[in-house]
Nanobody, 118 residues
Framework: QVQLVESGGGLVQAGGSLRLSCAASTRTFNRYYMGWFRQAPGKEREFVAGIAWLGISYYADSVKGRFTISRDNAKNTVYLQMSSLKPEDTAIYYC????????????WGQGTQVTVSS
């Protein structure tokens, strides 16, 4: 079992920045690929960004050039740096982890609210 705890959400004006953090409780953090998802009111959950244990990252088109995912394997933590935020980025952001031997994200955090005001 892997427990994920997100932090760093909040209220920010359009054009501003926030950094989300996700701490994982596992001794084998390196074996997991990590991701961020978000769910806006009335919408389905969508992929935002992902990162493999070696640091290869990938992004949804809607956030490319504005968001950066990174991980610190020594601290068992993954980050999402969000810049040039837009009101449409408002959502609950979830951290997720998937075992390197699986094609699915298996573990999920409780989520952190990000609200971008216009």
């Amino acid at each position: 079992q892997v427990q994920l705890v997100e932090s760093g959400g909040g209220l920010v004006q359009a054009g501003g920045s926030l950094r989300l953090s996700c701490a994982a409780s596992t001794r084998t953090f390196n074996r997991y690929y990590m991701g961020w998802f978000r769910q806006a009111p009335g919408k389905e959950r969508e992929f935002v960004a992902g990162i493999a244990w070696l640091g290869i990252s990938y992004y949804a088109d809607s956030v490319k050039g504005r968001f950066t995912i990174s991980r610190d394997n020594a601290k068992n933590t993954v980050y999402l740096q969000m810049s040039s935020l837009k009101p449409e980025d408002t959502a609950i952001y979830y951290c997720a982890a998937g075992d390197s031997g699986s094609s699915e994200y298996t573990y999920w955090g409780q989520g952190t609210q990000v609200t971008v005001s216009s």
